[in-house]
């Protein structure tokens, strides 16, 4: 057996957590794993989204030999994920006392670090000179092993049948999760990737690219989702691998996430896109109100969200859209619109009830924070957020009606339909208002999805978090 690496006589044993990762295979502890294995260090992979262990049995992880880990990585790409890795490094922490160091390591590792004093290290990128120089190691001295360590390691990662499955015509297909950019190019207000990236991205080579995903072909993935903040961050980049891809594979399938903007911009490669097998795109519409998309820093309206929609659905590409219906801008009439909105265009299906819940989150260095006529309150170490209150408490009200009745249709109580217009209902009832008769009942089509919803950016359920706990 080689040598392992040490610092100072000290052999170092590292062990990677991941807590929530939308769903799918945690594709930065594959790359922490190539990382490692390529400088022979001990280490460790833990999705405890899907093992679920305590933190006690973590150690054994280590290679069967009970030592524990020297250094814990714990990622944090989001809300969600921080909130669940504070409360691994906390136990770490009381576990393994100062024997250890603690790395918060993502997006959000700043938040991480400000909201635990666990932590020793935040570090919000994955690079390899960034991770070895964290360990200690100088990155010169591994350059050649290196260059070997392209490919993410997934060996010691739960198989694909543990993750979020693509739901379509009846049928569940085994998912793959891969990006083709690190970053982005967008400065969105709300969205914590700016306060790291800067409005920058960086293309990864599409060669790297698809042989990721030949990889997970031959572990029976047969759709693909694309983790990019944005898949056309390089239109040209990404037309090329998706067109290679369906070279490969021609039976693959994928699903993006796209800005609006660039559904406009780009609306001449939808039918090719289609025809390479595109299913679906993630698309942030967060709102109707051309005043709320304003202060967010969307660069879309309303009147955009239509033509999108227009555009992808005359190719045969449906939209799964998040939202951000409370923010400090939110009214009523802002609120009516966004629902009746969902009903108008048929997106019932294509929209999880909780989307309608969810509270704009203020996290440290937040955007947000530049919109000076907007007060905030405190810094909230819990919530992960800084403080803030609707001027219509009775907004603040429907909000956690809403909350509940979302938690209701997770539950299995309600279905989602049923659920949405309990949601319509609860509104007109709490603003004193008649309620409207529908123009045009919900369609009850079999639109294509995962089987897991994305909540990348927003306060969980209690009934989500309890479940990822």
Known sequence: MKARRSIGGKAIRVLAVSTYELGHQPLVLARLASIFKSVEIDY???????????????QDFLL????????????????????????????????????????????????????????????SSDDRDTILQTLGIDPGQASQRLAAAALPDRSTLPGLPSYAHLIADGEKQLVGYVETTVGCAHMCRHCPIPVVFHGRFKAIPAKDVLAQVDQLYQEGARHITFGDPDFLNGPAHSLKVARAMHKAHPDMTFDATVKVEHVLEHRDIWGELHKLGLRFIVSAFEHTSDHILAKLGKGHTRADIIEALGILHEKGIEVRPSLMPFTPWTDRHSLIDLVEFLFAHDLLESVDPVQLSIRLLVPLESLVLTETETKFGAWDPELLSFEWHSNDPQIDELQLEWTSVAEDSEAGKLNPIAAFGLMRETMYRLFDLPIPKLVTPPSCGNKPRLSESWFCCAEPTKLQLDHLR
């Open 44 to 58: 460790a992979l833990c999705d405890n989204s899907v093992e679920r262990r305590s933190f006690t049995n973590y």
């Open 64 to 123: 069967g030999n009970r030592l524990p880990p020297t250094h814990i990585v714990v990622s944090v790409p989001m809300h969600t994920a921080t909130r669940l890795g504070n409360e691994i490094a906390d136990r770490a922490r009381e576990i393994l006392g100062s024997s250890v160091e603690i790395i918060a390591l993502g997006v959000y590792s700043k938040v991480a670090i400000a909201s635990s004093d666990s932590y020793d290290a935040a570090v």
